[in-house]
Nanobody, 124 residues
Framework: QVQPVESGGGLVQAGGSLRLSCAAS????????TAWFRQAPGKEREFVAT????????YHADSVKGRFTISRDNANALVFLQMNSLKAEDTAVYYC?????????????????WGQGTQVTVSS
């Protein structure tokens, strides 16, 4: 079964940058609406950003707007999350999710496939 696979997490100092990638395991799949969510210890999983199938539309959570940017490379079936000016409160496990439907959405329940997550730790 094809599913998202995240990479690029790690430990970084506050103010630093990381770029997360989301790829497809197994055979290349159709380009899905894709989102990033994150979950900090003891907290609910929250929406971070989403991008449409061809990348024409994006939406970012207010907490990351101006610091994070979602983008995609459809030729290689990759979606990225560029994270700049990282803060300690960005520390979480970051998940990539795919949606079969056509519209972008920030609702967790609208996404059909989930990756295993990648840990991002920001030291202050």
């Amino acid at each position: 079964q094809v599913q998202p696979v995240e990479s690029g997490g790690g430990l970084v100092q506050a103010g630093g940058s990381l770029r997360l990638s989301c790829a497809a395991s197994g055979r290349l799949s159709s380009n899905y609406v894709t989102a990033w969510f994150r979950q900090a210890p003891g907290k609910e999983r929250e929406f971070v950003a989403t991008i449409s199938r061809v990348g024409a539309a994006t939406y970012h959570a207010d907490s990351v707007k101006g610091r994070f940017t979602i983008s995609r490379d459809n030729a290689n079936a990759l979606v990225f999350l560029q994270m700049n000016s990282l803060k300690a409160e960005d520390t979480a496990v970051y998940y990539c999710a795919w949606r079969i439907g056509n519209s972008i959405t920030k609702n967790r329940s609208d996404y059909d496939y989930w990756g295993q997550g990648t840990q991002v730790t920001v030291s202050s």
